[in-house]
Nanobody
Framework: QVQLVESGGGLVQAGGSLRLSCAASRNIFSFNAMGWYRRAPGEQRELVAGITSGDRTNYADSVKGRFSISRDIAQNTVYLQMNSLKPEDTAVYYC?????????WGRGTQVTVSS
């Protein structure tokens, strides 16, 4: 069993920044990929950013150039740096880890961007 714990969410004004962290209970190098998803009220969960074991990254078009995903293997942590935040970024953000057989999810952290 793997635990993923997100932190770093909060309330920020439009144009501001936040950095989300996802701490894993075991070595993240073992995962094929990790990613950040979000679910806005009344919407389906969507992929925001992902990073593979080879450090390849991908982003939703809506966040390209504003968000950056990275990982610290020594700390077993994945980060999501979010800059130039917009009200439409308001959502619960979830961390995901995929080992090729199973996917693991954290409980999420709320991000609210005020206009």
């Amino acid at each position: 069993q793997v635990q993923l714990v997100e932190s770093g969410g909060g309330l920020v004004q439009a144009g501001g920044s936040l950095r989300l962290s996802c701490a894993a209970s075991r070595n993240i190098f073992s995962f094929n990929a990790m990613g950040w998803y979000r679910r806005a009220p009344g919407e389906q969960r969507e992929l925001v950013a992902g990073i593979t074991s080879g450090d390849r990254t991908n982003y939703a078009d809506s966040v390209k150039g504003r968000f950056s995903i990275s990982r610290d293997i020594a700390q077993n942590t994945v980060y999501l740096q979010m800059n130039s935040l917009k009200p439409e970024d308001t959502a619960v953000y979830y961390c995901n880890a995929d080992n090729g057989y199973l996917g693991y999810w954290g409980r999420g952290t709320q991000v609210t961007v005020s206009s």
